[in-house]
């Protein structure tokens, strides 16, 4: 069994947690391992775009997840599921991958939309990028 668990979850996108979070608890649950819950605030990309929003905005956006992410864990996870919550600011793939190393989780849950080969080409998905160069086991929920 899976003994630390990592659900990635997008604070703004109800399905990307929807089917993937109830299948991280019963892991979780059979095993009486722990639940990582990671979200991350996406970068801005590059000093052009940044210069359009304000000072403080990382620091805004963060304060945001965070409360939203307490939100979803105290409505979706059952009382005596361990778990514990994570919050980057960056590439959302990177700051998966280096959440993994960081907690030592021997399986990755995270949902995917269906495929489109156009905006797969163009831009990829992170589910994608996660599953190639994770170095634990990625289970990947369709939306």
């Excluded at 990382?58 to 514990?84: C, N």
């Excluded at 399986?107 to 634990?136: C, K, Q, T, W, Y």
Aim: contains cysteine; proline residues 4%.
């Amino acid at each position: 069994m899976f003994n630390s668990v990592l659900l990635t979850v997008d604070l703004e996108q109800k399905a990307s947690w929807e089917k993937a979070l109830p299948q991280a608890v019963q892991l979780v649950q059979a095993s009486g391992g722990v639940l990582h819950v990671f979200s991350a605030v996406p970068d801005l990309g590059t000093m052009m775009v940044e210069g359009y929003f304000p000072a403080d905005f990382e620091h805004k956006a963060i304060e945001h997840a965070s409360a939203a992410m307490d939100q979803l864990v105290r409505a979706e996870v059952p009382e005596g599921v361990e778990v514990h919550q994570h919050l980057a600011f960056g590439r959302i793939h990177d700051k998966i991958l280096e959440t993994i190393e960081e907690t030592g989780c021997d399986l990755v849950v995270m949902a995917s939309h269906g495929p489109n080969r156009i905006r797969e080409f163009l831009v990829g998905s992170n589910a994608d990028r996660v599953v190639r160069r994770s170095p634990v086991s990625v289970l990947v929920v369709r939306t």
